[in-house]
């Protein structure tokens, strides 16, 4: 049973307008959640997290929101640039503080965004 | 420049045959982990080690085995008993303990494996 969906396998929008990417999970344990953006062939690469205590994180023009009554968080990028068309993954995890949590972190399936120019 | 290093980029072996993929890390980071990411997949999780001569089984460990003698080295052997070994297997690393108690993951570039 998948912990974390993505459930829109990919997303097109033109350069200059926001980006809205989504995530949901089921796992009420997981207190904290992490973006990650991945070019073809490459490593994915940190882009933003969000802890459970918190309902915004904003990083330039990234911003991820959490709702943890509905289980759902976004990432919003704005403006749009086509360097920032990649596959993003959502991933969650329960803190080793907490009973039962771990660290590690479990995976969406990943959205393709394309920015078009 | 600090980071972590997947060696070979690309690697081919025949069926049948084990292979050690190489994954090196000088971040002194306490926490190791190794993925497999399929074509329309997240990423799973194979094994994970979060201190030296110590690794724990992920969602996916059957087929494939793990060391942990340094900690800047995690080697990932995949045996002939996995029998889907064809994919990109992405290594990664992170702080463990002490009181922070999230922690990012820091991947490497990734080994894409195709056994013929």
Known sequence: DQQVKQNSPSLSVQEGRISILNCDYTNSMFDYFLWYKKYPAEGPTFLISISSIKDKNEDGRFTVFLNKSAKHLSLHIVPSQPGDSAVYFCAASASRLTQGGSEKLVFGKGMKLTVNP | ?116
């Not at chain 2, 460990?61 to 995690?74: H, I, L, M, T």
């Open chain 2, 1 to 116: 420049d600090g980071g972590i290093t997947q060696s070979p980029k690309y690697l081919f072996r025949k069926e049948g045959q084990n292979v050690t993929l190489s994954c090196e890390q000088n971040l002194n980071h306490d926490a190791m982990y190794w993925y497999r990411q399929d074509p329309g997949q997240g990423l799973r999780l194979i094994y994970y080690s979060q201190i030296v001569n110590d690794f724990q089984k992920g969602d996916i460990a059957e087929g494939y085995s793990v060391s942990r003698e340094k900690k800047e080295s995690f080697p990932l052997t995949v045996t002939s008993a996995q029998k889907n070994p064809t994919a990109f297997y992405l290594c990664a690393s992170s702080i463990y303990g002490g009181t922070i108690s999230y922690n990012e993951q820091f991947f490497g570039p990734g080994t894409r494996l195709t056994v013929l």
